[in-house]
């Protein structure tokens, strides 16, 4: 049955498909947003069916066009079939579910308590004057579907505890750090652990922050932050101590994007049991391997 249907998936894709030339002048099959809408609505299925159904065929959706040479349709469509965890939805997490959202990451969870507030508006990209008040995961959810609609998107709206991580991360191929407290830091990578699937870390300050990528067999955040999971109320963050211009969180969401993909995908060289530290204002970029110190700069 499921046989059936694929066939005819692909003959309906393979009849909308187009050739036009790529950027190189390149000749490349195609099917249109517009094309795909109807295909999806033709076959009763959805977008994402028809995006999946056309990378099979190696006809490029015309919204992941520029994405060819740099992935292959078969990236892409592993991509398409792949779900991460975007744990907290301001400046690194609103950032970080955009970028995965166009790169066409097929299945997505937020989640954040918080709601947007005028303080944000320098750096988070899914705050605007209409978004104040809202939840930025809910918020999150409707910009992306206008972004692509082809995208599942989950929402939670609770905060993140050792009682319901597991149903956060359940189905993810890998989690996202967008966190802001070192405490909820550690609740998330113990959840990763236990759910066997790799975290994606990175803190910021100021024009400063780091990044690394964690597998369940690995060393966890307490080569960074130590033994210590608990910070008190009267612990000032060091985002509270040294600003967050919006600069910073764009460059690091950006990396740990990059991080999620060379994981889905097995390829690329990727920061584990390495530390990478970044001072946008020196332009330094240094990285620490935990056995051995500095090893690059």
């Given at each position: 049955m499921n046989t059936d249907r694929n066939d005819r998936l692909a003959a309906v894709v393979a009849d909308m498909?187009?050739?036009?030339?790529?950027?190189?002048?390149?000749?490349?099959?195609?099917?249109?947003?517009?094309?795909?809408?109807?295909?999806?609505?033709?076959?009763?299925?959805?977008?994402?069916?028809?995006?999946?159904?056309?990378?099979?065929?190696?006809?490029?959706?015309?919204?992941?066009?520029?994405?060819?040479?740099?992935?292959?349709?078969?990236?892409?469509?592993?991509?398409?079939?792949?779900?991460?965890?975007?744990?907290?939805?301001?400046?690194?997490?609103?950032?970080?579910?955009?970028?995965?959202?166009?790169?066409?990451?097929?299945?997505?969870?937020?989640?954040?308590p918080d709601v947007f507030e005028e303080s944000n508006l320098n750096r988070q990209v899914m705050a605007t004057m209409d978004t104040l008040g809202a939840n930025k995961a809910e918020t999150a959810s409707a910009l992306l579907d206008r972004v692509n609609p082809a995208v599942a998107v989950r929402v939670f709206t609770g905060r993140m505890t050792e009682h319901n991580a597991s149903d956060i991360l359940a189905g993810a191929d890998a989690a996202a750090d967008a966190l802001d407290s070192v405490a909820a830091r550690m609740t998330l990578a113990d959840a990763c652990k236990q759910a066997r699937i790799p975290l994606v870390h990175a803190a910021i300050a100021g024009f400063e922050g780091q990044i690394m990528t964690i597998f369940p067999e690995d060393n966890g955040l307490e080569t960074i932050y130590?033994?210590?999971?608990?910070?008190?109320?009267?612990?000032?963050?060091?985002?509270?101590?040294?600003?967050?211009?919006?600069?910073?969180?764009?460059?690091?969401?950006?990396?740990?994007?990059?991080?999620?993909?060379?994981?889905?995908?097995?390829?690329?060289?990727?920061?584990?049991?390495?530390?990478?530290?970044?001072?946008?204002?020196?332009?330094?970029?240094?990285?620490?391997?935990?056995?051995?110190?500095?090893?690059?700069?």
């Amino acid at each position: 049955m499921n046989t059936d249907r694929n066939d005819r998936l692909a003959a309906v894709v393979a009849d909308m498909a187009e050739k036009i030339n790529d950027a190189a002048k390149r000749p490349v099959r195609v099917i249109s947003e517009a094309s795909a809408q109807q295909a999806a609505r033709q076959c009763s299925t959805g977008l994402a069916q028809i995006y999946a159904a056309a990378l099979e065929s190696g006809v490029w959706p015309i919204r992941y066009m520029r994405n060819a040479q740099s992935l292959s349709a078969k990236d892409q469509l592993i991509l398409a079939r792949a779900s991460i965890a975007v744990i907290g939805a301001g400046g690194l997490g609103g950032s970080i579910a955009a970028a995965a959202a166009r790169l066409g990451i097929g299945k997505l969870t937020i989640a954040d308590p918080d709601v947007f507030e005028e303080s944000n508006l320098n750096r988070q990209v899914m705050a605007t004057m209409d978004t104040l008040g809202a939840n930025k995961a809910e918020t999150a959810s409707a910009l992306l579907d206008r972004v692509n609609p082809a995208v599942a998107v989950r929402v939670f709206t609770g905060r993140m505890t050792e009682h319901n991580a597991s149903d956060i991360l359940a189905g993810a191929d890998a989690a996202a750090d967008a966190l802001d407290s070192v405490a909820a830091r550690m609740t998330l990578a113990d959840a990763c652990k236990q759910a066997r699937i790799p975290l994606v870390h990175a803190a910021i300050a100021g024009f400063e922050g780091q990044i690394m990528t964690i597998f369940p067999e690995d060393n966890g955040l307490e080569t960074i932050y130590g033994e210590n999971r608990k910070t008190t109320s009267s612990e000032m963050s060091p985002e509270a101590v040294m600003g967050v211009p919006g600069v910073t969180p764009a460059l690091m969401a950006t990396l740990q994007v990059m991080e999620i993909v060379k994981i889905l995908l097995g390829r690329g060289r990727v920061l584990r049991n390495r530390m990478l530290y970044v001072d946008l204002e020196n332009a330094g970029f240094q990285e620490f391997s935990f056995d051995s110190g500095l090893e690059e700069s």
